[in-house]
């Protein structure tokens, strides 16, 4: 007999009533994040931190796949260090954290609670390259950051967050910028073949690229509500931080040459992109490759003989090829159909006596719901289909959701009257190149250029803004 105090499980917000509160009650009743004493940091609690060492350990995997190593930075940056790029530093100075004291005694310098680690990678290969045969070098940082964020959202947008950030070195401007260019194609394809999630491609404007940047590339991606979501970025410094840190080399003719630097990162916001995605109003619907369980086992009437036994039998026999979970407890079976709903698990098997009578079990799809009667022979291979057919129908269906919400405009009025009419999405417009008109279309619209994407599209001749001769089509959209 189930137990009347456990409680059945919550509901969620519908997200058509409050998009903001369905987000928040997804993280929070799927037990993913807890929040903390210290305002604007987050407690990622074990499911959530589950999805994050999946996305790590496949990234990773690619990164690794082509040459990067991994290495640990410090987390303190000396303020002298951190003053040496002047538009680097101006770029985070109000988001930075100071340590002031060691104790009850104050330090003789600051130290800045790393806000990325530019500086910090600079001083290193200035210490430890000094001949083209040292070159490249290819490395990788797994670790946390803080910026003092005034407003936050888990995983989108906190204090502190968990991250990693390549750095290289090239001896040549091509080498890095093929470097730069590659990596932005690493997320975008792990976005596609991972998280099931379509991306746009495209450079920043220069008003919007990272600061000491010579460009910024990104890939954005739109979430259910039409906001877009910067889910990665990739960025060609040039030689301006080899100037600044003194980064040489001695090149096959003996002289002297300043390095060319990258950097790119993800972080675990792409955990906020998975849910805003694919979720819906009854809670996660996680992509295959980074659910933490890929299948529950849920007995149905599991008093009967032989039913538990069944199940945790084929339990054993899947966890030899998926990541699969048997649910045991004394909690109704449509407890546990909704607990597992919401916490996204692609797959849910029943087995009851009439399914072991005929040598079947009950395959549901989280996505669709839709029920498969499968025999217990043919069993894995079943679940490979379903889990293949479901990652490409939350892909499809978020590549619909974008072209459904995307606005293809040629003048102010049109950018206005669309969103009016249909709500947010990416605007797609062309635009003269001038930071002056890229700031009054975000004036006159409320929407600010995401990137000038890689695909380009003649909508017009001319600037949607100015009228005069168009040099790109932007996409414009508002963002997390």
Same mark, same amino acid.
């Given at each position: ?55 790590? =350990? ?11 190593? #991994? ?61 083209? =045969? ?61 998280? #099931? ?40 410094? !040039?030689?301006?931080?080899? =100037? ?34 694919? !979720?819906?109003? #009854? ?42 979970? &048997? ?80 606005? =293809? ?13 249909? !709500? ?26 995401? &990137? ?29």
């Amino acid at each position: 007999m189930a137990d009347n105090n456990k409680k059945m499980v919550e509901a969620i917000t519908s997200m058509e009533e409050d998009f903001a509160k369905w987000y928040t009650d997804v993280v929070k009743k799927a037990d993913l994040i807890d929040y903390s004493s210290v305002k604007g940091c987050m407690i990622i609690r074990p499911y959530g931190y589950a999805i994050w060492e999946l996305i790590q =350990r496949q990234m990773d995997e690619r990164f690794k796949a082509l040459g990067h190593e #991994n290495v640990y930075m410090p987390l303190f940056i000396p303020e002298s260090l951190l003053q040496k790029e002047k538009d680097h530093v101006e770029g985070f100075a109000p988001e930075v954290a100071w340590v002031t004291h060691g104790g009850n005694e104050p330090l003789a310098e600051r130290l800045c609670v790393r806000p990325t680690s530019e500086t910090l990678f600079c001083e290193h290969y200035a210490n430890i390259v000094h001949s083209y =045969r040292d070159l490249p070098k290819l490395y990788n940082q797994w670790c946390n950051v803080v910026r003092w964020e005034k407003t936050t959202r888990p995983f989108l947008r906190s204090r502190e967050f968990l991250w990693q950030e390549g750095h290289t070195v090239h001896a040549t401007a091509e080498e890095a910028q093929a470097e730069t260019e590659q990596m932005l194609n690493v997320y975008a394809d792990f976005c596609k073949d991972v998280l #099931n999630m379509p991306v746009i491609k495209g450079r920043k404007t220069e008003s919007d690229k990272f600061a000491g940047a010579v460009a910024t590339y990104a890939i954005e991606a739109l979430m259910h509500d039409g906001k877009a979501l910067q889910a990665g970025t990739s960025h060609y410094f !040039g030689d301006g931080f080899a =100037r600044a840190f003194n980064m040489m080399y001695t090149d096959k003719n003996n002289q002297l040459q300043y390095v060319h630097q990258t950097s790119w990162g993800t972080t675990t916001r792409l955990i906020g992109a998975v849910i805003m995605s694919h !979720g819906d109003n #009854n809670g996660l619907v996680l992509p295959p490759k980074i659910a933490p369980t890929q299948i529950v086992v849920i007995p149905i009437a599991a008093h009967k003989p032989g039913v538990t036994e069944k199940a945790l039998e084929l339990t054993e026999r899947l966890s030899k090829s998926f990541r699969v979970k &048997c649910d045991t407890t004394d909690n109704s079976a449509g407890w546990k159909f909704a607990e597992y709903e919401m916490k996204g698990v692609p797959l849910r098997l029943e087995i009851g006596p009439k399914d072991m009578e005929k040598n079947q079990c009950v395959l549901v799809r989280r996505d669709n719901r839709e029920k498969y009667f499968v025999s217990l022979d043919d069993l894995e291979g079943e679940i490979t289909r379903l889990l293949d057919e479901l990652g490409r129908a939350i892909y499809d269906k978020a590549a619909a959701n974008i072209e459904r919400r995307t606005y =293809r405009c040629t003048s102010i009025d049109e950018i206005k009257a669309a969103l009016a009419e249909h !709500g947010d999405g990416f605007v797609k417009a062309m635009w003269c190149g001038s930071e002056e008109c890229e700031d009054k279309v975000k004036e006159l619209t409320g929407v600010g250029s995401r &990137c000038i994407p890689f695909e380009q599209e003649q909508l017009s001749d001319t600037c949607v803004c100015c009228g005069k001769k168009a040099a790109h089509m932007v996409v414009w959209g508002n963002a997390y």
